[in-house]
């Protein structure tokens, strides 16, 4: 099946860093979307990718469609406390398939 | 505009009974989609349906497991003789109509607890 490999699993940074997570699969996605997820809520859409290498920002999160349609990249820049969460990457073709999620911290 | 819709968003149910969970899409959208999450983990696809039909049911166990959208009301995820395996996440998400890839947008999910 069409397994997304995220990583990492957890992050444990202090306010003000730069995050970078990933997301690989080794079948080809024609759409990649990335989630955030706070406790107690369902997944809220932060970026949605449409082409092999679009390079798409939302506010300090940056978010990349792999060339090889493989993998994606989210960065978040300058980290602030509500960052606090966990990140889901999805791959879309007929059928969406999540990432297994990286879990955020950021200590004040 | 109302974004997806779950209730209810805790269910307790004991061993052997129906737990029941609607999802009212955003307005406009009539593809509905179920997803089950357990605990530490991503979410795993159930079923896909539109209006009167379903049209993706890979996800689904095949037993007691039950999806539903009507042409008027909620879809409806039904799920008979629970067990504690059953206990998890369960969220609806919907995109709108003619568009198969179209980004999907989630509820906040009902939380359901088998005991």
């Known amino acids: 099946g069409q397994q997304l490999n995220q990583s990492p699993q957890s992050m444990f940074i202090q306010e003000g860093e730069d995050v970078s997570m990933n997301c690989t699969s080794s079948?080809?996605?024609?759409?990649w979307l990335w989630y955030k997820q706070d406790p107690g809520e369902g997944p809220v859409l932060l970026i949605a990718?449409?082409?092999?290498?679009e390079l798409t920002s939302n506010g300090r999160l940056t978010a990349q469609f792999g060339i090889t349609r493989k993998d994606s990249f989210l960065n978040i820049s300058a980290s602030i406390p509500s960052d606090v969460g966990i990140y889901f990457c999805?791959?879309?073709?007929?059928?969406?398939?999540f990432g297994a999620g990286t879990r955020l911290t950021v200590k004040p | 505009n109302a974004g997806v819709m779950q209730n209810p968003r805790h269910l307790v149910r004991r061993r052997g009974q129906e737990a029941r969970l609607r999802c009212s899409p955003m307005?406009?959208?009539?593809?509905v989609y179920w997803y089950r999450q357990l605990p530490e983990e991503g979410l795993k696809f159930m079923v896909y349906?539109?209006?009167?039909?379903?049209?993706?049911e890979s996800g689904m166990p095949k037993e007691r497991f039950s999806a539903e959208f009507p042409k008027e009301g909620p879809s409806i995820l039904r799920i008979q003789q629970v067990v504690r395996g059953d206990s998890a996440a369960y969220f609806c998400?919907?995109?709108?109509?003619?568009?198969?890839?179209?980004?999907?947008?989630f509820g906040p999910g009902t939380r359901l607890l088998v005991l």
């Open positions: 998400a919907s995109s709108p109509r003619l568009k198969i890839q179209e980004t999907q947008y």
């Open positions: 079948s080809i996605f024609n759409t």
């Open positions: 990718l449409y082409k092999a290498g």
């Open positions: 999805a791959g879309l073709n007929n059928d969406m398939r």
């Open positions: 307005k406009g959208h009539s593809h």
């Open positions: 349906l539109q209006k009167e039909n379903i049209i993706d």
